[in-house]
């Protein structure tokens, strides 16, 4: 499993900004994934963004669709997740996640298609 180390989380009001960082152990481009997810208390954890590390393919979920942004720098082995226009319903831990295996249809936002995790930043937004 590759190691993967998040940062950038804080609090924001809302509206605001926050930029995450994921470090990988390894090269990026030896991944296939590499994705976000996030956890509220009570909550089950849901995808965010996932892309693909070669050709960059993104896919978002509904709720961040156009406030959200994932890209990734091969050359840092770093994913990063732009996120704008925050909502208190925004908060929660963000978890970064990647994966070797090849999937048919691609990237996907689930869990089940991850199997390298970090270990959270947290990220709380204030109304």
């Known amino acids: 499993q590759v190691q993967l180390v998040e940062s950038g989380g804080g609090s924001v009001p809302a509206g605001g900004s926050v930029r995450l960082s994921c470090a990988a152990s390894?090269?990026?481009?030896?991944?296939?994934?590499m994705g976000w997810f996030r956890q509220a208390p009570g909550k089950e954890r849901e995808g965010v963004a996932v892309?693909?590390?070669?050709?960059?393919?993104?896919r978002y979920a509904d709720s961040v669709e156009g406030r959200f942004t994932i890209s990734l720098d091969n050359a840092k082995n770093t994913v990063y997740l732009q996120m704008n226009t925050l909502e208190p319903e925004d908060s929660a831990m963000y978890y970064c996640?990647?994966?070797?295996?090849?999937?048919?249809?691609?990237?996907?936002?689930?869990?089940?298609?991850?199997?390298?995790w970090g270990q959270g930043t947290q990220v709380t937004v204030s109304s």
């Open positions: 892309i693909a590390t070669a050709g960059g393919n993104t």
């Open positions: 996640a990647a994966d070797r295996r090849l999937w048919t249809g691609g990237c996907r936002p689930i869990m089940s298609q991850f199997n390298s």
């Open positions: 390894e090269f990026t481009k030896r991944l296939t994934c």
